[in-house]
């Protein structure tokens, strides 16, 4: 039986924040900045296996949004990605450092 794979799309606002989140990491730290972006995509990768084997993200992670819509993965120890799925696709909405407050993150697209 051959396992169903999900094709993993980045939407404009995901691609924007990874960018400046590896950008200030990189100021940094080269080391951690590659660290992210490996972790990143391995995340990716587990996306396109099977993204329901991440949660629902809950009101703490987006307050503005309907319950049961996104669902969320942690990577690289501080970072969270935000994504929803629809078919064979999985869309990667936002890339959020957990350090920073988000109150506003699906108002400002």
């Known amino acids: 039986m051959r396992k169903r794979s999900y094709d993993v799309i980045l939407l404009r606002r995901a ?3 990874m960018l400046l989140h590896t950008e200030f990491l ?3 730290s080269p080391v951690a900045a590659r660290g992210l972006t490996e972790s990143y995509g391995d995340i990716i990768s587990r996306l396109a296996g099977d993204p329901y ?3 629902f993200a809950d009101e703490m992670d ?3 949004i309907p319950p049961e819509t996104y669902r969320k993965c942690l990577f690289d120890k501080r970072y969270k ?3 929803f799925i629809e078919g064979n696709s999985v869309f990667t909405d936002t ?3 957990c350090r ?3 109150k506003t993150l699906f108002n400002n697209s």
């Open 15 to 17: 691609e924007r924040m």
């Open 26 to 28: 990189s100021r940094l």
């Open 53 to 55: 084997q991440f949660p």
């Open 62 to 64: 987006m307050p503005d």
């Open 81 to 83: 990605a935000l994504f």
């Open 95 to 97: 890339v959020i450092d």
């Open 100 to 102: 920073q407050e988000n």
